[in-house]
T-cell receptor, first 114, second 112 residues
């Protein structure tokens, strides 16, 4: 059973560059979440989609962040331009219809902006 | 505004003893609570949950207690094992809402 697949696993980029993180949710799951993990704030929700439609993007830090879900099997989180304070682990997660409230996480994308 | 708070960033417990991880929440609309466990370089994985209509849920060595009046929940692990060393996240969910709101996590270290 393939879980949530994220790429890249690690990314080091220079300040000002564009960063694109990718996610393939578990097949059949209709909700997709992007979380960011930092020491200070723990796991914070950036945005989530239901049936490919963004439902809540109130956690997106600022206009430099954008997310898309063009189809049920793919999503991207883009940061443009990137800043050092964006350095964190970004997790994608998905859940099925009537999941019983459990969401399944990918292994994360470690982003370092220098 | 941190709606879910885990005030202990770290906890060390001797192997075989009980580990107690605490979590406080402020959002009275939460009706479901979950604990996730995270190993280094891996994504969080679901551990145990509890509905707001219950005050206890048990699964093997893991028990979660909910005190709604105090807006407090705790995770008990007994007996603690070295494989339990991980970061534990508490999360809450509002009724009819899919998103989970997580705390900052507690790093548990089990000492052999």
């Amino acid at each position: 059973d393939a879980g949530v697949i994220q790429s890249p696993r690690h990314e080091v980029t220079e300040m000002g560059q564009e960063v694109t993180l990718r996610c393939k949710p578990i097949s059949g799951h209709n909700s997709l979440f992007w979380y960011r993990q930092t020491m200070m704030r723990g796991l914070e929700l950036l945005i989530y989609f239901n049936n490919n439609v963004p439902i809540d993007d109130s956690g997106m830090p600022e206009d430099r962040f954008s997310a898309k879900m063009p189809n049920a099997s793919f999503s991207t989180l883009k940061i443009q331009p990137s800043e050092p304070r964006d350095s964190a682990v970004y997790f994608c997660a998905s859940s099925p219809v009537r999941s019983g409230n459990t969401i399944y996480f990918g292994e994360g994308s470690w982003l370092t902006v220098v | 505004d941190q709606q879910v708070k885990q005030n202990s960033p770290s906890l060390s417990v001797q192997e075989g003893r009980i580990s107690i991880l605490n979590c406080d929440y402020t959002n009275s609309m939460f009706d479901y609570f979950l604990w996730y466990k995270k190993y280094p370089a891996e994504g969080p994985t679901f551990l145990i949950s509890i509905s707001s209509i219950k005050d206890k849920n048990e699964d093997g060595r893991f028990t979660v207690f909910l005190n709604k009046s105090a807006k407090h929940l705790s995770l008990h692990i007994v007996p603690s094992q070295p494989g339990d060393s991980a970061v534990y996240f508490c999360a809450g969910r509002g009724e009819g809402n899919e998103k989970l709101t997580f705390g900052t996590g507690t790093r548990l270290t089990i000492i052999p």
